[in-house]
T-cell receptor
Framework: GAVVSQHPSRVICKSGTSVKIECRSLDFQATTMFWYRQFPKQSLMLMATSNEGSKATYEQGVEKDKFLINHASLTLSTLTVTSAHPEDSSFYIC????????????FGPGTRLTVL | GESVGLHLPTLSVQEGDNSIINCAYSNSASDYFIWYKQESGKGPQFIIDIRSNMDKRQGQRVTVLLNKTVKHLSLQIAATQPGDSAVYFCASAVQGGKLIFGQGTELSVKP
């Protein structure tokens, strides 16, 4: 149980285009999901908290108009990187809180974004 | 500010030996701590967690120790195997369920 998937696993796009990344909780409902980015050899940096049915909460320094988050259902959150630039190239990882009395976060496998 | 740090960025151990990975946290209000394992190109994998009302918790081959007095967390891996080679992160839960991650320790297991 507590499996989180991401799609796509890898994407290469041209500068200026937009890319959508999906995060799904496969066997549980997640009212809260989180989006992180990770640069090589570095730790995970929280970008935003995604709550089902409400606006996402962004961390300081993260542009909400550039990183659009939509949490349309209890099993799906999407992150859209708009007008991507090479500096947006990174490993994007989502997580979901598995309820049932705990607040353990389970992570997706990540999406490698490369912007040319 | 809030931070979770690690004492060592790399750790190399011999197969079969025990591994100890350390972590320090600064937010005294944190009451939930988690260790994650991340293999190259993959997302973090939950290993073990501990709440602040405990000072020790054991899992399969892993033990987490929490010292709230000095705000220190450690992960012990018994009989380390090549498959344990990865980067290990500690994380501290803060308000809203958010996690603050440490910098990570890369564990390398020598055969």
């Amino acid at each position: 149980g507590a499996v989180v998937s991401q799609h796509p696993s890898r994407v290469i796009c041209k500068s200026g285009t937009s890319v959508k990344i999906e995060c799904r909780s496969l066997d549980f409902q997640a009212t809260t999901m989180f989006w992180y980015r990770q640069f090589p050899k570095q730790s995970l940096m929280l970008m935003a908290t995604s709550n089902e049915g409400s606006k996402a909460t962004y961390e300081q320094g993260v542009e909400k108009d550039k990183f659009l988050i939509n949490h349309a259902s209890l099993t799906l959150s999407t992150l859209t990187v708009t007008s991507a630039h090479p500096e947006d190239s990174s490993f994007y990882i989502c997580s979901a809180i598995y309820g049932g009395g705990t607040d353990t976060q389970y992570f997706g496998p990540g999406t490698r974004l490369t912007v040319l | 500010g809030e931070s979770v740090g690690l004492h060592l960025p790399t750790l190399s151990v011999q197969e079969g030996d025990n591994s100890i990975i350390n972590c320090a946290y600064s937010n005294s209000a944190s009451d939930y701590f988690i260790w994650y394992k991340q293999e190259s190109g993959k997302g973090p994998q939950f290993i073990i967690d501990i709440r602040s009302n405990m000072d020790k918790r054991q899992g399969q081959r892993v033990t987490v120790l929490l010292n709230k007095t000095v705000k220190h967390l450690s992960l012990q891996i018994a009989a380390t195997q090549p498959g344990d080679s990865a980067v290990y992160f500690c994380a501290s839960a803060v308000q809203g369920g958010k996690l603050i991650f440490g910098q990570g320790t890369e564990l390398s297991v020598k055969p």
